[in-house]
């Protein structure tokens, strides 16, 4: 029965192993992104300015190391498989590295030294690399095992893990270091939060590698390939290697701009809506910070029917349906500040659209850029995608901060509207990478995979 199955129904208990990877990256990050700033800045007294380009390092360094080791991953030909070496050591790396900066920010609070603080610095270099090495290979891991018409649902577990991994992580935080733990403290010892996190980094990996056959999985699921060669976009030369037709590759093209634009749409609301919000509505940092909230709440809700919904009228509908709805929404707030001076509650129903929006964009993004590879480059194609994804989020925070600063923060959601626009229609132009739609017929129509 199972293997009657295979290529129709997803395997949700082995994807959410497989998801373990990127539930304990989305650990690290939440942890990285919310606590070394405040190390930087109020422990080792850097400016916001040196801090800021610090705290950048890690997408500047992806744009390289993601391919690059994504890459790599491909061509690996280790017994335990091409994904698992890298997330072993990559994660092995990083935790060790990471105790080091909790250990290196208590010694400078005690005694302040300018070697300490390049030191310091110089271990968030080679914890950025550590991270950097297997992220790609970790995310490939879930379309090496998994058939192309099912990576949409697949990809939906492995988002949903990773939400799972950050609220995880706020969750400890929130009782570890709540306000009357840390009130009057003149310094904040982060050891003990480190080590939890390092905890479940460890336990992730122990998932990964003991609860899942990469091996056998992904022999499993060439062969599925190897039955169904109409699903497979590249096209077999003579000299017996794989290409991309002139029309796939345009297409790829076309959505991996698409990407970079909706993540430079996004990204700008999502850096500087709580100024945004401070200045044209006069809102607290906690209740800008609810809209952002709830946003992620509708992404999360959303992500499994977003999922489902692709198989049933395709990952490109899903995705310019998203878009739409984004510059929708985008456009809606915009509309809203150019007549009221005040926050309404009623836009966080917008704000929970735009979690949903973005949840149809981002579950699908991936597995169509994955259909239009070689079978043997996912790793590579998969750092590709984070490629424009990190370009975007480089340049975003920087154009739409000049934008505000010298036309008007009015300017904030009209650029994120245009930009959500201007994807919509490079989105428009992409006609491969969906997953074939079979229709069910009879009793079959009744049967949910859920």
Known sequence: MEDQNYGKKLNYPQTIKVGFAFLAICAFWQMYNNVVPLMLTNTFHMNETLSGAIMAADNVLALFL??????????????????????????????FLMLLVPFMDNSFFADPQDMKKVLFVCIL???????????????????????????????????????????????????????????????????????????????????????????KLNRRMQEYESAHPEENLAKRTESGTEELPADVRRSLVFLLVSIALWFIAYNAVETWFTTYAANMWGMSLGGASLCLTIATGGAILSYIPVGIAASRIGRRRTILAGVALLTICFAVVFAYTRFMQSFHPGLYAVFFLVGVAWASINVNSLPMVLEMCRGSEIGKFTGLYYTFSMAAQIVTPVAAGFLMRNIG?????????????????????????????????????????I
């Open 66 to 95: 993601l391919p690059l080791f994504g890459g790599l991953s491909d061509r690996c030909r280790a017994r335990m498989g091409k994904r698992k070496p890298f997330i072993l050591a990559g994660t092995l790396a990083a935790v």
């Open 125 to 215: 270099g080679c914890l950025l690399v550590a991270m950097g090495t297997y992220r790609s290979p970790a995310v490939a891991l879930m379309p090496d095992v998994t058939v192309k018409p099912l990576r949409s649902r697949a990809n939906a577990i492995i988002n949903l893990m990773g939400a799972v991994g950050g609220i995880l992580y706020l969750v400890i935080t929130s009782v570890m270091y709540s306000a009357k733990r840390t009130e009057g403290l003149e310094h904040v010892d982060y050891m003990p939060l480190f080590m939890v996190v390092a905890g479940i980094m460890m336990a992730a990996l122990m998932v990964v590698m003991f609860a899942v056959d990469e091996v």
């Open 409 to 449: 923060y009015t300017t904030l959601f009209p650029y994120a509207a245009v930009f959500a626009a201007a994807a919509f229609a490079t989105m428009l132009m992409v006609r491969h990478g969906d997953a074939k739609v079979a229709a069910k017929r009879g009793l079959e129509a009744y049967d949910d995979d």
